[in-house]
Structure formats: structure tokens, C-alpha cells
């Protein structure tokens, strides 16, 4: 069955440093989006991605974030100069086309774990 | 501002007993409601998504409803085992929305043989 998958599982990083995540989605998949989830907290919408572009962002995807598509397949969220406070797992999900008769459903990859020293 | 609620935050059953999961929200103008399951240190896995119009989806020993005016989604899992504990978390999709996903806090479920 297809699924999404993340590298790295786990990334150590130091404060100010720039960490990319990677993901790869489901082949037939056209719309992207990253979430994360700090430890004991509500996993969070952070940015959705359609045809190249975003489609919605929330207030934490600020100036330090962004996404890209590279190529046909990856899908990569950057942080140019992490915190203390982004320290959380960052999930990827994929859906293969929104609003169509349970075509909107989102599949998860399994996470980065993000520490930031 | 949509708020998604679970309760109660932590459940505990024994083996072949059914479970019922809550989710209630607070705006009513959503497109789907998705359940999902989540494993420790794991990604999410979906269940089930329901769409507004609908007022039941089925998957196997999975049912969940929704009445949408009232703000409440119900998972029930039939004759539980103990490889279904884990942290069930339900989300919503406002009509406005282009994919986000509001999440509920979760259950968590113990099922004891």
C-alpha cells in the first residue's frame, strides 16, 4: 500500500542552525502539507501546497519556514534559523485531491522527530 | 475559532468490550471529519472520514457518526483487543479551509487482556 515517508526519523540540531525535512508523498498525490506536534500537545496545521504553491498557512509558519517541491517527488519543509521551540515531531501528509467524495483524506508519513539544542 | 474537544482524555477497558470515543467542536460549518489512530512515537494513521453531508461511516469493527448541529462525532470500535490501544485523535475541516486539518487532544486507550 503507498504511503508517505520522512527523513530523517530523528534530527539533532543546534539553535540557529538551518535544518531541512524532508518527505516524500503518495505518487498521485496533489495536495502537501506539514504539521507538527510538540511533546504532550495538539498536533498543529503549519502549511498546505498545491500546483507550486501554498494554499494556507498558519500564524506559526512565519518568516523562518518554508516549503518547497524540488522535483516530482520530494516535498521539503526548511527552517532557516531553528529555536529552542521548535523542538517537536513534524509529520507530512498527502491527500490525493480536495474537496472530492473522500478523496480530501490525509494520509500521515510516520514523523521527524526535531531537537533543537 | 473552531475548538476540538475529546473526552475523556484517557480510557481503559478489558478485552472484548466496546469502546466509544468522543469528539465535539464548537463551528459547525465543517466540509469532513477525519479520525485517526497514533501509535507512541508514531506518525497518524486515518480510520475514517466522514464527510458533512454523511451521518455514519463504517470500516470493519469502526463506526463513527456525526451530527453536525450538534457539534459531536462518535468512533465506536467493536469488541475491542489489545492491539487497538493507542491514542485515537479526531479532526475537523472547516468549509473555509484549503486542507487544514484542526485537531482534538486525543483518547487514550488501554485495552487489557
Known amino acids: 500500500e503507498p504511503e508517505v515517508t520522512q527523513t530523517p526519523s530523528h534530527q539533532v540540531t543546534q539553535m540557529g542552525q538551518e535544518v531541512i525535512l524532508r518527505c516524500v508523498p503518495i505518487?498521485?498525490?496533489?495536495?502537501f502539507y506539514w504539521y507538527r506536534q510538540i511533546l504532550g500537545q495538539k498536533v498543529e496545521f503549519l502549511v498546505s501546497?498545491?500546483?507550486?504553491?501554498?494554499?494556507?498557512k498558519s500564524e506559526i509558519f512565519d518568516d523562518q519556514f518554508s516549503v518547497e517541491r524540488p522535483d516530482g517527488s520530494n516535498f521539503t519543509l526548511k527552517i532557516r534559523s531553528t529555536k529552542l521551540e521548535d523542538s517537536a515531531m513534524y509529520f507530512c501528509?498527502?491527500?490525493?485531491?480536495?474537496?472530492?467524495?473522500?478523496?480530501?483524506?490525509?494520509?500521515f508519513g510516520p514523523g521527524t522527530r526535531l531537537t533543537v539544542l | 475559532k473552531q475548538e476540538v474537544t475529546q473526552i475523556p482524555a484517557a480510557l481503559s477497558v478489558p478485552e472484548g468490550e466496546n469502546l466509544v470515543l468522543n469528539c465535539s467542536f464548537t463551528?459547525?460549518?465543517?466540509?469532513?471529519l477525519q479520525w485517526f489512530r497514533q501509535d507512541p512515537g508514531k506518525g497518524l494513521t486515518s480510520l475514517l472520514l466522514?464527510?458533512?453531508?454523511?451521518r455514519e461511516q463504517t470500516s470493519g469493527r469502526l463506526n463513527a457518526s456525526l451530527d453536525k448541529s450538534s457539534g459531536r462525532s462518535t468512533l465506536y470500535i467493536a469488541a475491542s483487543q489489545p492491539g487497538d490501544s493507542a491514542t485515537y485523535l479526531c479532526?475537523?475541516?472547516?468549509?473555509?479551509?484549503?486542507?487544514?486539518?484542526?485537531f482534538g487532544a486525543g483518547t487514550q486507550v488501554v485495552v487489557t487482556p
Open positions: 501546497f498545491y500546483n507550486n504553491e501554498i494554499s494556507e
Open positions: 463551528d459547525s460549518a465543517i466540509y469532513n
Open positions: 501528509a498527502s491527500s490525493e485531491a480536495k474537496r472530492l467524495e473522500g478523496g480530501d483524506t490525509q494520509y
Open positions: 479532526a475537523v475541516l472547516r468549509t473555509d479551509s484549503w486542507g487544514k486539518l484542526q
Open positions: 505518487s498521485n498525490h496533489l495536495y
Open positions: 466522514i464527510q458533512s453531508s454523511q
